[in-house]
Structures are given as structure tokens and as C-alpha cells.
């Protein structure tokens, strides 16, 4: 399938009797429908290159993976790829959480939005970044406001990925 690159956003042309672009977002829920395209963001396209499903063009020039990934580094959200694509490998259903002050709102395997609620925000956190306490106290309480399990995805120098599920607790 392609995909065409244009201001960090990479669109799918939507043809007849090709529904494959739909199929992506009603069945997997990657990116915006409108009604002659699908729009992925960096994120979503780069997860689809890797896996085989998707070849991006720019300027109609075939572009490596490693050219979306530079993009990815140069934009400072490498981090948030790998916890993206790291969910995304172990299942789960993963759309923006901006609006909550999070990364991502992530659905539980087989639900997604038009289903059912999320059930985590996801905060990508680098173990070198310096959180100030009353930061991490807005992510719990924005959380736990909407009804909300926090998980702290942390990435470390070698780029693993540890996760920490903060709950709201009473004393």
C-alpha cells in the first residue's frame, strides 16, 4: 500500500475497490478517516513501514525506513515510538491522548474507540529527564479524573522500555 509524505503527516488515497486503507482504520484503528483518505501520523506510518504494510513516498520518491526514522529522531518523538510500537506489537489499541496531557490513550486488546472507554494514558518519560513533583501529581490526578489508569512508559539509555502503572491511593 502506499502512502504519501507531506508535512510530517502521511496520507493514504482512498480507491475503488481497494478498501485496504479503510480496513486499517475500522479493524485496527490506525489513524483519521476522512472520506477519500487515511491519515497517519509519523508514529503510525513508520510502525506500518516496518512491518511490511505500507511503502511511503515523498515528492514520489520511495523512502527508507531509516529516512522515517531520522524524521522520528529529528522531531524528538523516537521515544514515543518505541513505547508506541512496542504496545502495538503486545496488542493493544493505541490513539492520542493529547487532549488528557498524555502520549497515548490505550484500549485493551479487541475494544477501541466507538466500544469502549481506554482504560490507561500512556506518559513517555526518558530516565534521564528530571520530573518535577507536581507535574507527576497533575498526570495522576488528570488520570484518575477521567476514569483513567496512568502508566508511566520509561525509556532508558539503551532504549528499553519499563512500565509503571500509577494508581491514585487515599491515605
Given at each position: 500500500?502506499?502512502?504519501?509524505?507531506?508535512?510530517?503527516?502521511v496520507t493514504i488515497k482512498i480507491e475503488k475497490g481497494n478498501q485496504r486503507a479503510v480496513s486499517l482504520n475500522q479493524k485496527s484503528q490506525f489513524g483519521k478517516?476522512?472520506?477519500?483518505?487515511?491519515?497517519l501520523s509519523l508514529i503510525e506510518a513508520c510502525y506500518l513501514m516496518e512491518s511490511g504494510?505500507?511503502?511511503?513516498?515523498?515528492?514520489?520518491?520511495?523512502?527508507?525506513?531509516?529516512?522515517?526514522?531520522?524524521?522520528i529522531k529529528?522531531?524528538?518523538?523516537?521515544?514515543k515510538y518505541?513505547?508506541?510500537?512496542?504496545?502495538?506489537?503486545?496488542?493493544?489499541?493505541i490513539k492520542t491522548g493529547f487532549k488528557y496531557g498524555s502520549e497515548f490513550r490505550l484500549y485493551e486488546r479487541g475494544t477501541g474507540?466507538?466500544?469502549?472507554?481506554?482504560?490507561?494514558?500512556?506518559?513517555?518519560?526518558?530516565?534521564?529527564?528530571?520530573?518535577?513533583?507536581?507535574?507527576?501529581?497533575?498526570?495522576?490526578?488528570?488520570?484518575?479524573?477521567?476514569?483513567?489508569?496512568?502508566l508511566l512508559a520509561v525509556v532508558d539509555d539503551d532504549l528499553d522500555v519499563t512500565y509503571y502503572n500509577i494508581e491514585w491511593t487515599r491515605p
Open positions: 500500500m502506499r502512502g504519501d509524505l507531506c508535512e510530517g503527516i478517516l476522512s472520506e477519500d483518505c487515511l491519515e504494510r505500507l511503502d511511503i513516498y515523498e515528492n514520489d520518491e520511495k523512502c527508507d525506513v531509516n529516512y522515517i526514522i531520522d524524521l529529528e522531531e524528538e518523538i523516537y521515544g518505541l513505547v508506541y510500537r512496542d504496545l502495538k506489537n503486545r496488542g493493544y489499541i474507540p466507538g466500544h469502549a472507554h481506554s482504560d490507561f494514558l500512556v506518559k513517555v518519560l526518558y530516565e534521564t529527564n528530571e520530573v518535577n513533583v507536581l507535574d507527576f501529581a497533575s498526570y495522576v490526578r488528570v488520570s484518575h479524573g477521567v476514569n483513567k489508569k496512568l
